[in-house]
């Protein structure tokens, strides 16, 4: 293995269906990442990926790939039950691991992926890839500088739409042993953990679930579910995939001091009792420098992607943003913003929202 503190790092894509690609672009858009080899068991798959980006090396399975010594970093792009398969085999052959999200899909498999992390040495990072999301960050920074004051009720709402075809398409999508969950742990997990980071995590909740409008699939299209916040705020929570034809999803947070809103990936609204109130990512992060001097933490990198922000997202963007995140944590043996611990907390919660539906009673986080 390269000596990770410098020279480019080398990045291998094990899975190259809808979001290896993803890994690709953004790994081609770093300058010091380089691409050195791809994986599917669809050999095409991998084919496709390695011509579009000059990939010399195409495996046609994870072990493969995995047995390369000329990788530092595994990016683990394969159906959800298969993640921490994939990725303590990874730990174990002396890679640093991204493991695309959901972390897994049960909390014995996220276990013993952290426990694989704690034993190899290794970084481990779970993409949540909107957590790197300018207005994230920015409406981040506001609630903990207490900007917000003490938040009382947060809601999130991820109303979606899939057809049919969407859950016919792979054999995996709609199963409880490799999707690991329909609405809420497919497309949720998401919204569910930027509420949890932003807020400060769950402690209870109570939760239906129904497969409401869709046919030949195991699991639920939609979630609803009341929570209380560790902090002792309320807040609901729905994700669907039954809602013709999708609105973008949602982040409510009201606090005693102001309230903070992010629509889709953008900022809609963070607006204060002083009287201060923003309605795009640029004047927010303007303000929040301004009034927090040099002290903020993620500022900086939320100024910089809001500035950039107004050109239009691209698709892929804000994965570029977490792998840089975890290079960083490679190259200077630090932390990544998510790791192993963290990757795990939206699937308490999402579990928790099985648990409850499927009993009819609440369920305590952390038992
Ligand atoms: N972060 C995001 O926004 C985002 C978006 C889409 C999907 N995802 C996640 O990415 C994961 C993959 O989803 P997808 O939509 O790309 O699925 P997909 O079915 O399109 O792709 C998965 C690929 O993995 C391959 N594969 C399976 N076993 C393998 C093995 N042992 N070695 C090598 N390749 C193997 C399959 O052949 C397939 O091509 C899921 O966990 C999903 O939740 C994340």
């Excluded at 979606?160 to 042993?177: A, F, H, I, M, V």
Aim: glycine fraction near 10%; proline fraction near 2%.
């Amino acid at each position: 293995m390269a000596e990770t503190g410098e020279g480019k790092l080398r990045f291998g894509i094990i899975g190259c269906g809808s979001i290896g690609p993803t890994h690709a672009g953004a790994i081609n858009q770093i300058a010091d990442a380089e691409l050195v080899a791809v994986s599917d068991v669809i050999a095409e798959r991998a084919e496709k990926v390695a011509q579009k980006y000059g990939v010399a090396r195409v495996h046609d399975s994870h072990r493969a790939l995995l047995a390369d010594p000329d990788i530092d970093i595994v990016c683990v792009c394969t159906p959800s039950g298969m993640h921490a398969d994939n990725a303590v085999e990874a730990l174990r052959a002396g890679k640093h691991v991204i493991v695309e999200k959901p972390m897994d899909v049960s909390l014995e498999a996220c276990d013993r992926l952290i426990a694989a992390e704690d034993e190899t040495g290794k970084k481990l990072t779970i993409i949540s890839q909107h957590r790197f999301d300018a207005a994230t960050l920015l409406v981040k920074e506001a609630i903990d500088a207490g900007r917000l004051g003490r938040i009382v009720l947060a809601d999130a709402t991820v109303k979606w739409w899939r057809t049919q075809q969407y859950y016919d398409s792979g054999e995996w999508r709609g199963t409880w042993q490799w999707d690991g969950g329909g609405a809420l742990m497919n497309q949720g997990v998401h919204t569910v953990d930027l509420l949890q980071w932003l807020t400060g995590g769950v402690s209870s909740l109570y939760a239906h679930t129904r497969t409401a409008a869709h046919e030949r699939i195991e699991v639920e299209d939609v979630a609803v579910a009341a929570l209380t916040f560790e902090n002792g705020a309320v807040g609901t929570m729905t994700a669907t995939t039954a809602a013709y034809d999708g609105l973008p999803v949602r982040i409510d947070i009201f606090g005693t001091e102001g309230s903070a809103i992010i629509e889709g990936d953008r900022l809609k609204m963070l607006k204060l009792k002083n009287g201060e109130e923003y309605a795009s990512e640029q004047a927010a992060a303007h303000a929040l420098s301004v009034a927090m001097g040099g002290t903020a933490s993620v500022k900086d990198e939320a100024a910089t992607r809001a500035a950039t922000a107004e050109a239009g997202a691209v698709w892929g963007d804000a994965h570029r943003a977490q792998i840089e995140d975890f290079m960083r944590a490679v190259r200077t043996n630090g932390k990544p913003l998510i790791d192993g611990r963290g990757g795990r907390k939206p699937i308490e919660i999402i579990k928790s929202v099985y648990q409850s539906a499927r009993t009819g009673q609440p369920v305590t986080l952390g038992k």
